[in-house]
Structure formats: structure tokens, C-alpha cells
């Protein structure tokens, strides 16, 4: 048998060049060439290859030299294919990494957000005016509120960052790869957060 080698596929010493140009048609028709359909692209009104067409296939072995063509493209284009899946797969990686940098990143900034709506409450003061014995409006009771952010909005951005930092240690959820349980407390920076709804205020809080 042939070696893979240009000399198999290419012209052979002592090959005329009319001999090797239909073996180039024949070689390049792939794995379903035949010799019929071989010489119809150099003859397509003829009924039958010639014979000295079929003299040549088998002088200077056509079917070997037209394998080992084969052989050898099919070598490259595996070549290539593993190049481009290497190339894939280090994409692939530094896509993670940048993904992973930025979830982290984002829980940070949510965990930080969260902090906030629980101590930067605001305070509202309302009076209740009378008029007085001369006839002016005077503050007769003052009343003075703490307000926090809506709970539920909270409880939306809770959930987020809860979410969020479950994909940035566990990755995205698949069909295949149902969620790992989380724990549900922890502290700043890793884990779940429980949102513990606070109670009311009593009336006294609330007046002064």
C-alpha cells in the first residue's frame, strides 16, 4: 500500500501528464468516485470511459493513490477540527472566568445595596395644628416616623442576590443539574441571607 506522502497522490515518475490529469479528476471526485463517473466530467456525452482511461487505473494504481488522498484529507480535517475545538474550550474558560468575576462582583454590590435599606431608614415628621386663643395655628402634637424601604421590593432584591450567588459558586441551573440546596444563613459575603420580617413599632416608638 501507498504511504501517505504527496508522491502518492501526486504525479507519479513515468506518468504522462495526460494520465495524471485524469487521475486528478478521478482522485478529487472523494470516497464515491468511480471510474465511469470520472470520465464523464472530462467526457459528458460519452456512454463508457475509454480504455485507456481504465489502462491507467490500473498501470499506476489509481485506487491506492486515490485512499491514501483520502486518508490524508480526512488527517487534516481532523487536524483542524481539534485546533478549533482547543480554541473553543480556552473561550469557553476564559468566558467562565470573566462570568465568574463578574457574579462576585455582583452579589457585592447587592449584599451592599441590602445593607443599606436596613440602616439608612428615613424619618418623617408630622404636626397637628390648632389655633390658639389669639387666633394663630400652633403645633398642638408632633408625630415622628421611621420609614424603611417597601418590604417587598426588599424581599425581591434578597431574592436576586440569593440567586445570584448560588450561580456564581454552582453555575447555571440545567435540566440535568437541578440546584444544590444552599444554606439558608451566612454572613456577609458568602452564603444565603434570611430575611426575618421585623415586628411593628410600638405607639410610643412611633410618637414623641
Given at each position: 500500500?501507498?504511504?501517505?506522502?504527496?508522491?502518492?497522490?501526486?504525479?507519479?515518475?513515468?506518468?504522462?501528464?495526460?494520465?495524471?490529469?485524469?487521475?486528478?479528476?478521478?482522485?478529487?471526485?472523494?470516497?464515491?468516485?468511480?471510474?465511469?463517473?470520472?470520465?464523464?466530467?472530462?467526457?459528458?456525452?460519452?456512454?463508457?470511459?475509454?480504455?485507456?482511461?481504465?489502462?491507467?487505473?490500473?498501470?499506476?494504481?489509481?485506487?491506492?493513490?486515490?485512499?491514501?488522498?483520502?486518508?490524508?484529507?480526512?488527517?487534516?480535517?481532523?487536524?483542524?477540527?481539534?485546533?478549533?475545538?482547543?480554541?473553543?474550550?480556552?473561550?469557553?474558560?476564559?468566558?467562565?472566568?470573566?462570568?465568574?468575576?463578574?457574579?462576585?462582583?455582583?452579589?457585592?454590590?447587592?449584599?451592599?445595596?441590602?445593607?443599606?435599606?436596613?440602616?439608612?431608614?428615613?424619618?418623617?415628621?408630622?404636626?397637628?395644628?390648632?389655633?390658639?386663643?389669639?387666633?394663630?395655628?400652633?403645633?398642638?402634637?408632633?408625630?415622628?416616623?421611621?420609614?424603611?424601604?417597601?418590604?417587598?421590593?426588599?424581599a425581591r432584591a434578597l431574592k436576586e442576590?440569593?440567586?445570584?450567588?448560588?450561580?456564581?459558586?454552582?453555575?447555571?441551573?440545567?435540566?440535568?443539574?437541578?440546584?444544590?440546596?444552599?444554606?439558608?444563613?451566612?454572613?456577609?459575603?458568602?452564603?444565603?441571607?434570611?430575611?426575618?420580617?421585623?415586628?411593628?413599632?410600638?405607639?410610643?416608638?412611633?410618637?414623641?
Amino acid at each position: 500500500m501507498l504511504s501517505q506522502t504527496p508522491l502518492a497522490w501526486g504525479r507519479l515518475p513515468g506518468e504522462s501528464s495526460q494520465a495524471f490529469a485524469a487521475f486528478v479528476i478521478y482522485r478529487d471526485l472523494g470516497p464515491h468516485r468511480s471510474l465511469d463517473k470520472a470520465y464523464k466530467v472530462r467526457k459528458p456525452d460519452a456512454a463508457k470511459f475509454s480504455g485507456i482511461w481504465s489502462d491507467w487505473q490500473a498501470e499506476h494504481r489509481w485506487l491506492e493513490r486515490a485512499q491514501a488522498y483520502d486518508d490524508h484529507c480526512d488527517a487534516e480535517k481532523r487536524k483542524v477540527r481539534e485546533r478549533r475545538l482547543r480554541e473553543l474550550e480556552e473561550r469557553r474558560i476564559d468566558f467562565e472566568i470573566r462570568g465568574q468575576e463578574l457574579l462576585e462582583k455582583w452579589v457585592d454590590d447587592l449584599d451592599g445595596e441590602l445593607r443599606a435599606s436596613l440602616t439608612e431608614g428615613y424619618t418623617e415628621t408630622e404636626e397637628k395644628l390648632e389655633r390658639d386663643q389669639t387666633g394663630e395655628m400652633v403645633p398642638t402634637k408632633r408625630t415622628t416616623k421611621v420609614k424603611f424601604p417597601a418590604l417587598g421590593a426588599f424581599a425581591r432584591a434578597l431574592k436576586e442576590r440569593n440567586e445570584t450567588f448560588r450561580i456564581a459558586v454552582e453555575g447555571p441551573r440545567t435540566k440535568d443539574k437541578p440546584a444544590a440546596a444552599a444554606p439558608t444563613t451566612g454572613s456577609a459575603g458568602g452564603g444565603e441571607f434570611e430575611w426575618v420580617k421585623p415586628a411593628p413599632p410600638s405607639k410610643k416608638d412611633n410618637e414623641s
